[in-house]
Each structure stands twice: as structure tokens, then as C-alpha cells.
Nanobody, 122 residues
Framework: VQLQASGGGLVQAGGSLRLSCAAS????????IGWFRQGPGKERQFVAW????????FYEDSVKGRFTISRDNAKNTASLQMNSLKPEDTAIYYC????????????????WGQGTQVTVSS
């Protein structure tokens, strides 16, 4: 499956952005989707995942209550709604797909999008 992330940009602290992950090539509903991010000088960090059917989700502690992951299997897209953004959320955000059980570890994900830059100014 091919993934393309979009929706990044520059926003002030406290603002919102909505990232999208468009999938093509294979049945989208066969894959769970994860979002990860990599800030300047930092390792890639898990953000959230959503199961293939959209029933189950899981978030990294620092984004709980601020970010919401969702998907629309009919449109082959997944989204990450990010509210109350903080400067520490600045990073390149990646979506990834896994045909097995979703986890917070990047190692299990089989396919990756190219990333979209999110910059939060203070």
C-alpha cells in the first residue's frame, strides 16, 4: 500500500491542524494505521494508532486529549486532528500501515508515507 501524508503547516501555539493520510494500492481496510513524528534532533516517536476497522485507538500520553485519530475506509484515508498545539509538537509527521496488530513501535509497520512538516510557533 502507498501512503501520502498531507496537511502540515505553520501554526501558532494553541492552534489546530488536521493531517491526512491517503492510501492507494491495496485494500485500505486491511491495515491498521499509525502516526509517528520526528522532531529536530530527536528519534522517531509514536503518536497514535487506529485499528483497521476504526474501533480501537491508542495515543501517546503527551497527545491524549489533544489529538484524535480517525479513518474513513470508504475514502481510503486516515486523519489526525491536532488541537491545542504546542511548540514541542513541532516535527515531521508520518503515517504508516501495518497488516498485523498495531503497536506503538515503529518496527512493526510495513509501509510509510513521506511525512509532512508541522511547525508550532510560540
Amino acid at each position: 500500500v502507498q501512503l501520502q501524508a498531507s496537511g502540515g503547516g505553520l501554526v501558532q501555539a494553541g492552534g489546530s491542524l488536521r493531517l491526512s493520510c491517503a492510501a492507494s494500492g491495496r485494500p485500505f481496510n486491511s491495515y491498521s494505521i499509525g502516526w509517528f513524528r520526528q522532531g529536530p534532533g530527536k528519534e522517531r516517536q509514536f503518536v497514535a494508532w487506529i485499528s483497521w476497522g476504526g474501533v480501537n485507538t491508542f495515543y501517546e500520553d503527551s497527545v491524549k486529549g489533544r489529538f484524535t485519530i480517525s479513518r474513513d475506509n470508504a475514502k481510503n484515508t486516515a486523519s489526525l486532528q491536532m488541537n491545542s498545539l504546542k511548540p514541542e509538537d513541532t516535527a515531521i509527521y508520518y503515517c504508516a500501515a501495518v497488516s498485523g496488530v498495531p503497536r506503538a513501535s515503529a518496527d512493526v509497520y510495513e509501509y510509510w508515507g513521506q511525512g509532512t512538516q508541522v511547525t508550532v510557533s510560540s
